[in-house]
RNA sequence: GGCGAGGUAGCUCAGCUGGUUAGAGCGCAGGAUUCAUAAUCCUGAGGUCGGGAGUUCAAGUCUCCCUCUCGCUACCA
């Protein structure tokens, strides 16, 4: 379960800082992990929580490129941005690092050349790379363009065609060019660094499947989700491979070795090793000690927790690992919490489509929404994709915050706190015996909500804390002391209630904090309380146990303010308004995508449409390609031959439905083998924005054979 | 096709190692109440737990088959 050490590490995954973090990242990985460091520090535990920017690899180099501008300038833009919104959403890094710092480069280098030296854990290969001479660097393969081997496009990248989606490697382009001198670029070999992932795979396994590392426990499985521990396992199962950690580029961290110039380490090795500079860089500014980082990943009595989206699971739980193990030193996590993917009103994130809202966005869009970071908070914790992907909504949002945090939670504050007003002055009242059952029931459903947090159940867990707030309004209701004040003001029911209430609203002050610190201040503020602390949790729980009030008799209380205004307020519509303009957007998006009709292809002359030979044809028979998903194979009738032909149809039509169903069919396209099965031809479809097929045949009955013009 | 995760009330989701009449929030219907932000509280309706077969004294929970959704992957000239 949670954690039982005292000192914790917990890290949240490195943004790339080649753009802005969208909500589904914050809901992902930075937002439960603040939960969770929040409320260990308020637990009393030694909490180190770090982060940072992910700075290198191609795509900033070729944006950089595009953009004329250098990578430098791109990392600095998204490593501030992101930075400053984490910050202003309250999440609490400790330390915010970036892998271009010279310390990360220096504790990249370090941890290559262990393994290097170690031996056994690197080998190295050759292969031939394309070398652009001009430039004096090997290309990768996006930066090489040529002639599609399969479609003929001129402009395929050496790692994909984009008109026909077929992957390539640099070496299948017929005329190669570097799009960095425009010129030939030339066969060289090169050599690389691969991390033997093979040799790991036996106790990797062990280690994720029953939580053993070197015949002890190391934690405990079932506390791992399980979409976490199946996609490890399916991992495992299919065998590991050396995966190459090096690359030919100039931007990045050099590989440390004699001779290896313009190698750089692969950014998937170089990234979480950000992880450790970041804490080494932590401990020498705000420790004053250079070795203070090894208490949190070198000591046994350290625990280490990674938080990610679902994407990063085999890194973090299968690479990374490895590489720590390899190294010897190294404390192993004892859970990687991955959640899922967070939609948006139905669909992907999508920055290219304008689909979304990015965490810097928001802010700005409602800055005039005084408690927009906490309701943006709890939206998003209300709705965190735990165990399966969810989806943000608009109206959600307006729920949660209006009929959960305002009708509920803060209306009941008030509710306590115009009553301590009206009928005490303002003033915690003495009731007569301490109601320790009282105080014993409180306590055991503010643990519970602890106990969620600890195991990773964040949506559970402010449930609970909000059925807290539910229990008091119930409990107002039952006694309610207004009714008594009518016929005996001076009753000790009703002191007794308000002490009992005043108590669970200061149970709740502590208990948000994790969730919705800002929030947590203010109801602190109004309660005349001081705001949490580290170990004011664990304080709380200590005194409620013991029968302690947390609020005593005689403490003044702050004037009533309203908490939370709602969004959905018939006197202010101004919130409101924000969302139904992107509301509005959202709509606006959608119908502008229905007819999604492909641009038209580049004009061709008359000769190159006769060199189709289109012909009118009859299926004879259509089977299911063994082991595809899409294909069928066809014979057809071409009246004066017959034709075996793989068509990717299976998907809309059964073999038996199609039997006897006039086509056209292109004659004379080369023969090629699909799946085993040598295909003759194609069968000429038609194609819907969704991706439907329909057959295109000649009117009524016609005879097979013919020549289309 | 392979692998992973899912399919539980109108909606969003909980249900750990199988065990009494399957839960929560929202929505809906009825009622109570007025300290409070037209808030709150109570009661109720509503589910053959994707379908089928099996194991078991007992299955939403285990096994097998099928089906649908999402993701990765292969193949889609």
Excluded at 139 to 166: M, S, V, W
Excluded at 219 to 226: C, E, I
């Amino acid at each position: 379960m949670g954690s039982t050490k005292n000192r914790l590490l917990v890290t949240s995954a490195l943004p790339y800082a080649n753009g802005a973090l969208h909500l589904g990242h914050l809901a992902g990985a930075y937002l439960p992990a603040d939960i969770y460091v929040r409320y260990k520090r308020l637990m009393g535990k030694d909490v180190l929580f770090v982060c940072g920017s992910d700075e290198h690899g191609a795509a900033i180099t070729i944006r950089a490129k595009k953009e004329g501008i250098s990578p430098k300038e791109i990392i600095d833009k998204y490593h501030n941005l992101n930075k400053d919104t984490f910050q202003k959403l309250g999440i609490s890094f400790d330390f915010y690092h970036r892998t271009s710092a010279p310390l990360h480069h220096e504790t990249a280098q370090e941890f290559f050349k262990k393994l290097l030296d170690k031996g056994g854990e690197f080998e190295e290969r050759t292969t031939d790379q394309y070398y652009d001479a001009e430039y004096n660097q090997f290309l990768a393969d996006r930066y090489i363009k040529g002639t599609c081997p399969h479609c003929e496009y001129e402009e395929a990248f050496g790692d994909q065609c984009e008109n026909c989606g077929r992957d390539l490697s640099p070496t299948e382009l017929i005329k190669p060019v570097s799009t960095l001198s425009g010129k030939k670029p030339e066969l060289k070999s090169t050599s690389h660094w691969y991390f033997r992932l093979d040799n790991h795979e036996e106790w990797l396994r062990k280690w994720i499947q029953e939580g053993t590392l070197e015949g002890q426990a190391h934690h405990d499985p079932r506390s791992w989700k399980k979409h976490v521990i199946g996609q490890c396992l399916s991992w495992l199962d299919s065998g590991l491979q050396p995966r190459a950690i090096t690359r030919d580029l100039d931007w990045g961290i050099p590989v440390p070795v004699e001779g290896a110039s313009n190698k750089v380490l692969y950014v998937w090795f170089d990234a979480p090793i950000g992880y450790i500079s970041a804490t080494r860089q932590w401990g020498i500014d705000k420790k004053g000690d250079p070795d203070y980082w090894k208490k949190y990943w070198q000591s046994p009595d350290s625990e280490l927790v990674h938080f990610i989206g679902k994407d990063n699971i085999v890194f973090h739980c299968i690479v990374f690992p490895a590489m720590l193990k390899a190294h010897g030193s190294y404390q192993l996590p004892v859970n990687v919490p991955a959640n899922q993917f967070l939609n948006f009103e139905g669909q992907k994130f999508s920055k290219s489509r304008g689909w979304g809202i990015e965490q810097h966005e928001y802010l700005e869009l409602f800055k005039s929404f005084p408690n927009k970071e906490d309701a943006l908070r709890y939206a998003l914790i209300r709705n965190m994709p735990e165990n399966r992907d969810a989806d943000f909504k608009w109206d959600d949002f307006v729920d949660y915050h209006d009929k959960e945090l305002a009708d509920n939670l803060g209306n009941y504050l008030n509710r306590v706190i115009v009553l301590t007003h009206k009928y005490f002055d303002g003033k915690c009242p003495s009731p007569e015996n301490m109601p320790v059952e009282g105080l014993r029931s409180l306590f055991e459903k503010a643990e519970e909500v602890g106990r969620l947090i600890e195991k990773f159940s964040f949506k559970a867990a402010i449930m609970a804390l909000m059925e807290i707030s539910s229990f008091g309004n119930t409990y107002l209701q039952d006694v309610s002391p207004w009714k008594i004040f009518k016929r005996d003001p001076d009753s000790p029911l009703i002191k007794e209630c308000i002490f009992l209430s005043l108590q669970n609203v200061a149970i709740l002050s502590q208990l948000i904090k994790p969730f919705l610190p800002g929030i947590a201040k203010k109801m602190a503020d109004l309660l005349g309380l001081p705001a949490a602390s580290e170990g004011s949790i664990a304080d709380m729980f200590e005194k409620l146990s013991s029968g302690e009030s947390l609020i005593n008799p005689g403490h003044k209380i702050g004037d009533p303010e309203i908490l939370f205004a709602k969004i959905d307020d018939r006197k202010d519509r101004s919130i409101m308004d924000i969302i139904d303009i992107q509301k509005e957007k959202l709509a606006k998006i959608m119908e502008e995508q229905k007819p999604k009709q492909p641009s038209l292809k580049d004009r061709i002359t008359y000769d190159d449409f006769t060199k189709l030979d289109i012909r009118t044809a009859r299926i004879l028979s259509a089977e299911k390609v063994k082991g595809a998903d899409k294909l069928l194979k066809l014979e057809v009738d071409m009246g004066f031959e017959k034709r075996t032909l793989v068509s990717g149809i299976a998907k809309f039509f059964k073999p038996d439905e199609i039997v006897g169903q006039q086509v056209l069919v292109l004659a004379n396209l080369a023969p090629r083998k699909i799946r085993g099965v040598e295909s003759n031809g194609m069968v000429l479809m038609a194609e819907n924005e969704e991706g439907k097929l329909t057959f295109v045949e000649p009117k009524g009955s016609w005879d097979i054979g013919f020549p289309v013009n």
